[in-house]
T-cell receptor, first 116, second 113 residues
Framework: GAGVSQTPSNKVTEKGKYVELRCDPI?????LYWYRQSLGQGPEFLIY????????DSGLPNDRFFAVRPEGSVSTLKIQRTERGDSAVYLC??????????????FGPGTRLTVL | AQSVTQLGSHVSVSEGALVLLRCNYS??????LFWYVQYPNQGLQLLLK??????LVKGINGFEAEFKKSETSFHLTKPSAHMSDAAEYFC???????????FGTGTRLQVTL
């Protein structure tokens, strides 16, 4: 079946601009996660959704970052007033959501964001 | 706070040799432990995970890992490396009822002829 998909695969923007990154989870997965991976680092947690609600947003670095999942499926990560330090690969993952701490998280290929 | 340490950012082995990738964790409670592999231009793929029960966990592609509570370790091994194993490997932990994964910095495995 189809895995987690993310669009766009690459996004180049200018400092100060607004960007939206989209994630389509595996059908039927109620849990959805966003991570950020900087060069040479492991992924860092940003936010976790269970259904439509953000169950844990403790990883969002500041109020320029926001994510939504209005219908409990597709999610959009929104970054306002982008800064060069936001450049990274943004990863989305989904899981069944039955017991989230042990469920396998399935990752998408990521969106590479470059802020010039 | 929990953290994951992967010793060795780069590991090189000959084809057919033993693969050993090290992972140590710090956690105030027993964690759930995961190994993911990332091939070039691909998403992270789960190799194996430890939740409860048997401490020796077998995963895909011939990999296995052993949870050693006394050593706070979860090292990844494979008896015989193959060229197709060349990739970046990440160890991760998830503690208790939390759902977020905390990843190590990764180990890049190179396999030479």
């Amino acid at each position: 079946g189809a895995g987690v998909s993310q669009t766009p695969s690459n996004k180049v923007t200018e400092k100060g601009k607004y960007v939206e990154l989209r994630c389509d989870p595996i059908s039927g997965h109620t849990a959805l996660y966003w991570y950020r991976q900087s060069l040479g680092q492991g992924p860092e947690f940003l936010i976790y959704f269970q259904g439509t609600g953000a169950a844990d947003d403790s990883g969002l670095p500041n109020d320029r970052f926001f994510a939504v999942r209005p219908e409990g499926s597709v999610s959009t990560l929104k970054i306002q007033r982008t800064e060069r330090g936001d450049s990274a690969v943004y990863l989305c993952a989904s899981s069944l959501g039955i017991r989230s701490s042990t469920d396998t998280q399935y990752f998408g290929p990521g969106t590479r964001l470059t802020v010039l | 706070a929990q953290s994951v340490t992967q010793l060795g950012s780069h590991v090189s082995v000959s084809e057919g040799a033993l693969v050993l990738l090290r992972c140590n964790y710090s956690s105030s409670v027993p964690p759930y432990l995961f190994w993911y592999v990332q091939y070039p231009n691909q998403g992270l793929q789960l190799l194996l995970k430890y939740t409860t029960g048997a401490t020796l966990v077998k995963g895909i592609n011939g990999f296995e890992a052993e949870f050693k509570k006394s050593e706070t370790s979860f090292h990844l091994t494979k008896p015989s490396a193959h060229m197709s194993d060349a990739a970046e490997y990440f160890c991760a932990v998830c503690r208790g009822t939390a759902s977020k994964l905390t990843f190590g910095t990764g180990t890049r495995l190179q396999v030479t002829l």
